[in-house]
Antibody
Framework: EVQLVQSGAEVKKPGESLRISCKGS????????IGWVRQMPGKGLEWMGI????????RYSPSLQGQVTISVDTSINTAYLQWTSLKASDSAIYYC???????????WGQGTLVSVSS | NFMLTQPHSVSESPGKTITISCTRS????????VQWYQQRPGSAPTTVIY?????PSGIPDRFSGSIDMSSNSASLTISGLKTEDEADYYC??????????FGGGTKLTVL
């Protein structure tokens, strides 16, 4: 069974760092793009970026470039989304997706809730 | 960059048919595939249509997708509406120089 399993909910303070994860199983991890999608409270979906684990080709949304880092560890079939200094405005649910570079038959992870508050 | 515009909300009775539109602001809607995602309250999204008109395994044929070049838009049609179809629906597309673009979402109420 193809699965994407994300790490659990996080509660952080502004200025703290964070890395959330997404583990793929049941398919060739290096042969599909993995992306991240943000959903702020009560809002719609926002694409953050995408990585191809086979060669680490990474593309970011222009509005978010420099604010987050997307990476992969192919030895454990896991993708990461990382912040070095969180802001309250980073509070959201973050979904990882297995996809083609343009979308396609997207498979969604269960989501990770990130809450940032002083 | 382009935008995808969806109606904010639609409502219809069980058993009826609804169509949700997704209008592309610039560029050719036929030039890049359109996907549709369903998000039920409190749940992660799921894909109901991809590549304009293809259904993932497990999605009933009550769901269909199409594109209309004359209006530069894509549409999601759900026939035989069920209460379980009540959800937010998002369209999404892409072009070579733009990351994924999502529509603002349409809230479907089945009453």
């Amino acid at each position: 069974e193809v699965q994407l399993v994300q790490s659990g909910a996080e509660v952080k303070k502004p200025g703290e760092s964070l890395r959330i994860s997404c583990k793929g199983s049941g398919y060739s991890f290096t042969s599909s793009w993995i992306g991240w999608v943000r959903q702020m409270p009560g809002k719609g979906l926002e694409w953050m970026g995408i990585v191809y684990p086979g060669d680490s080709d990474t593309r970011y949304s222009p509005s978010l470039q420099g604010q987050v880092t997307i990476s992969v560890d192919t030895s454990i079939n896991t993708a990461y989304l990382q912040w070095t200094s969180l802001k309250a405005s980073d509070s959201a649910i973050y979904y990882c997706v297995r996809a083609s570079h343009y979308g396609g038959n997207v498979m969604w992870g269960q989501g990770t809730l990130v809450s940032v508050s002083s | 960059n382009f935008m995808l515009t969806q109606p904010h909300s639609v409502s219809e009775s069980p058993g009826k048919t609804i169509t949700i539109s997704c209008t592309r602001s610039s560029g050719n809607v036929a030039g890049s595939y359109v996907q549709w995602y369903q998000q039920r309250p409190g749940s992660a999204p799921t894909t109901v249509i991809y590549d304009d008109d293809r259904r993932p395994s497990g999605i009933p044929d009550r769901f269909s997708g199409s594109i209309d070049m004359s209006s530069n838009s894509a549409s999601l049609t759900i026939s035989g509406l069920k209460t379980e179809d009540e959800a937010d629906y998002y369209c999404q597309s892409y072009d070579g120089s733009t990351p994924w673009v999502f529509g603002g979402g349409t809230k479907l109420t089945v009453l």
